[in-house]
């Protein structure tokens, strides 16, 4: 069974950082590209970030573009999301997902909250 | 950057009943690069449709999906007690980024 569970989520002030992770199991993460999805809270989803399976492609939104970055680890099937000067704007569930076409899973969310 | 318009925006039906969702691109997408999801109160979206028409693993077969270049449709041909819930349509492939439609509530009348 695909599993995909983050962590790293948490309060962290107006300018912060955190690092996000996303640990796999059930299938083998370097077969896939993996794709990082937030939801503010009561709001739909928000594509934020893609990573290709093998670690040489990355794509951002705009609203994050210079100052998130995602990276991968396929020795470990994990999945990161450094996040650096955060805004208050940035609040909300962060879900980690898995393959494009098609998606083979996603993970349960971890709440990041930027706040002061 | 392609903009998915979703409508309509709630739809109130009853069990048994048909309920068809719209989404439709600002440009064309490319090769039907589009995926449908479901989400309930709570929990984490569920992959439905990919592909535009293609029904992921463990999909039941009251949904379905169609469409092209710029209007896709998801269509639920009878709606069961567990399909009341908000869908998505997302696009993706070789032009980033890759936006989501805002939702379509469906929600008992």
């Known amino acids: 069974e695909v599993q995909l569970v983050e962590s790293g989520g948490g309060l962290v002030q107006p300018g912060g950082s955190l690092r996000l992770s996303c640990a796999a199991s059930?299938?083998?993460?370097?077969?896939?590209?993996m794709n990082w999805v937030r939801q503010a809270p009561g709001k739909g989803l928000e594509w934020i970030s893609y990573i290709s399976s093998g670690g040489t492609t990355m794509y951002y939104a705009d609203s994050v573009k210079g100052r998130f970055s995602i990276s991968r680890d396929n020795a470990k099937n994990s999945l990161y999301l450094q996040m650096n000067s955060l805004r208050d704007e940035d609040t909300a569930v962060y879900f980690c997902?898995?393959?494009?076409?098609?998606?083979?899973?996603w993970g349960q969310g971890t709440l990041v909250t930027v706040s002061s | 950057e392609i903009v998915l318009t979703q409508s309509p925006g709630t739809l109130s039906l009853s069990p048994g009943e048909r309920a068809t969702l719209s989404c439709r691109a600002s440009?064309?997408?490319?090769?039907?690069?589009l995926a449908w999801y479901q989400q309930k109160p709570g929990q984490s979206p569920r992959f439905l449709i990919y592909?535009?028409?293609i029904r992921a693993a463990g999909t039941p077969d009251r949904f379905s999906g169609s469409g092209s270049g710029t209007d896709f449709t998801l269509t639920i041909s009878r709606l069961e007690p567990e399909d009341f819930a908000v869908y998505y349509c997302?696009?993706?492939?070789?032009?980033?980024?890759?936006?989501f439609g805002q939702g379509t509530k469906v929600e008992i009348k």
């Open positions: 997902v898995g393959g494009v076409h098609p998606v083979v899973g």
């Open positions: 440009q064309s997408v490319n090769s039907n690069f």
């Open positions: 592909g535009a028409s």
């Open positions: 997302q696009h993706y492939g070789n032009s980033p980024p890759w936006t």
């Open positions: 059930g299938f083998a993460l370097s077969n896939y590209a």
